[in-house]
C-alpha cells in the first residue's frame, strides 16, 4: 500500500502530545529552551527513519526540505545529536504506547527471537569504543559467524508489532536468560491466563519453559532431534517467517543494521528510534483502515 508521510507524522504528534507525551507537563530544564518539545522530536526522529536517513548529519540537511512544512524550527546537527542520545525513555513509551493502540495488542499469541546487533569489524573499534558495557563478543548461529556487538531480543504480535525487546551483552546473558529477563520485566501481553509464545530451538530447556510458565507464558517451539517424538508434531513454521520479517524490516529497510552508534545511549536511542517507526507505521494502518496491515510501507512525497 501507499500512504502519506505528513499524515501518519500528523496524526502521530496529536496522539502523543495528548496521551502520551504532552507538553504542558514536561519539566522545565536549565539553560536555553529547546526548540522541540518530546513529542515533535519523536516525530522528527521516525521520519528520519522512514525516509531512509541513516545519518544525523544528512537527515539535518535534508529535513527542512522534506517536514519543514510540519515541523518549520528544527534543530542544528548537533543538537539534534544530543537530544536523540536522550530520548530514549520517550521513544521507548511511545514505541509501547503505539503497540497497545493496535487491535491485535488484545490476542493472546505472541512472536519471539533474538538476533545480534553489529557494532564492530575491527580490534581498534572495540578498544575506542563505548560500547563496553553492553557489547561483546557472540556467535550469530543462524549465519554460522562470530560478531562483537549487542544482542537485540523481540516479542511482538502477529503482525509484526514490537511489544517488548530489550538489549544485552551476548556473553553475559545468553539467549534463554535475556528472554526470561524481558517476560520479567515487560507485559507483553494483556490480561491474566497463559499467553503462546512461537519461538525456536534455541529457547528449549525444563529450566525456561517452567520459569515462563510462571509469569503466565506458553512457549511453543520445534521437536529437537535429541528429543522424543510427540503425539502432535504440527509446528506454526509460518509464524517464525513473520518474526524473521520483522528482524529483517528492522535492521534493512529501517537501518538498525547500520546504526553507527558509538556509545551506549546512543545505541538504545537508536534502537528505540527504529522501533518506534516501525509500530508507527502499523498503527497508521490501522488507523486509516488500510486493508492490508503491513510494516512495508511505501511514501508518496
Given amino acids: 500500500m501507499t500512504t502519506n508521510l505528513d499524515a501518519l507524522l500528523t496524526a502521530l504528534y496529536v496522539h502523543l502530545d495528548d496521551h502520551v507525551l504532552p507538553s504542558r507537563e514536561q519539566p522545565v530544564k536549565r539553560g536555553p529552551n529547546r526548540l522541540l518539545t518530546d513529542a515533535e522530536l519523536v516525530c522528527v526522529a521516525v521520519a528520519q527513519v522512514?525516509?531512509?536517513?541513516?545519518?544525523?548529519?544528512?537527515?539535518?540537511?535534508a529535513a527542512p526540505a522534506r517536514i519543514g512544512h510540519l515541523f518549520p524550527r528544527l534543530p542544528g546537527q548537533s543538537e539534534y545529536n544530543r537530544h536523540l542520545r536522550d530520548?530514549?525513555?520517550?521513544?521507548?513509551?511511545?514505541?509501547?504506547?503505539?503497540?497497545?493502540?493496535?487491535?491485535?495488542?488484545?490476542?493472546?499469541?505472541?512472536l519471539m527471537d533474538g538476533t545480534p546487533v553489529r557494532c564492530g569489524a575491527s580490534r581498534v573499534t572495540v578498544n575506542r569504543s563505548g560500547l563496553g558495557e553492553i557489547a561483546g563478543y557472540g556467535m550469530d548461529k543462524s549465519h554460522h559467524a562470530?560478531?562483537?556487538?549487542?544482542?537485540?531480543?523481540?516479542?511482538?504480535?502477529?503482525?509484526?508489532?514490537?511489544?517488548?525487546?530489550?538489549?544485552?551483552?551476548?556473553?553475559e546473558l545468553d539467549e534463554r536468560k535475556q528472554a526470561l529477563h524481558l517476560l520479567h520485566v515487560h507485559d507483553c501481553a494483556p490480561g491474566p491466563g497463559p499467553v503462546p509464545i512461537v519461538c525456536d530451538k534455541g529457547f528449549a530447556g525444563a529450566g525456561i519453559e517452567t520459569a515462563a510458565e510462571e509469569v503466565g507464558h506458553l512457549l511453543i517451539r520445534p521437536v529437537r532431534q535429541d528429543e522424543p517424538e510427540p503425539e502432535v508434531k504440527v509446528f506454526p513454521s509460518?509464524?517464525?517467517?513473520?518474526?524473521?520479517?520483522?528482524?529483517?524490516?528492522?535492521?534493512?529497510?529501517?537501518?538498525?543494521?547500520?546504526?553507527?552508534a558509538r556509545t551506549t545511549e546512543g545505541l538504545w536511542a537508536r534502537t528505540c528510534q527504529r522501533v518506534c517507526a516501525l509500530n508507527a507505521a502499523i498503527w497508521h494502518n490501522w488507523l486509516i483502515g488500510a486493508p492490508v496491515k503491513?510494516?512495508?510501507?511505501?511514501?508518496?512525497?
Avoid: C
Avoid at 504506547?97 to 493472546?108: G, K, Y
Avoid at 562470530?146 to 556473553?171: C, D, N, Q, R
Avoid at 517467517?241 to 528482524?247: M, P, Y
Avoid at 503491513?294 to 512525497?301: C, E
Fill in 50 to 61: 522512514l525516509l531512509r536517513h541513516d545519518s544525523e548529519r544528512h537527515w539535518m540537511r
Fill in 87 to 110: 530520548l530514549g525513555p520517550a521513544l521507548l513509551t511511545a514505541a509501547r504506547w503505539l503497540a497497545r493502540a493496535v487491535p491485535t495488542w488484545w490476542e493472546r499469541l505472541r
Fill in 146 to 171: 562470530f560478531y562483537w556487538g549487542a544482542k537485540l531480543m523481540l516479542i511482538t504480535t502477529a503482525e509484526g508489532a514490537v511489544t517488548a525487546f530489550s538489549l544485552a551483552h551476548p556473553k
Fill in 238 to 260: 509460518r509464524l517464525r517467517q513473520r518474526i524473521e520479517a520483522v528482524i529483517w524490516t528492522l535492521k534493512n529497510q529501517l537501518g538498525l543494521e547500520r546504526h553507527a
Fill in 294 to 301: 503491513r510494516s512495508l510501507i511505501a511514501y508518496d512525497h
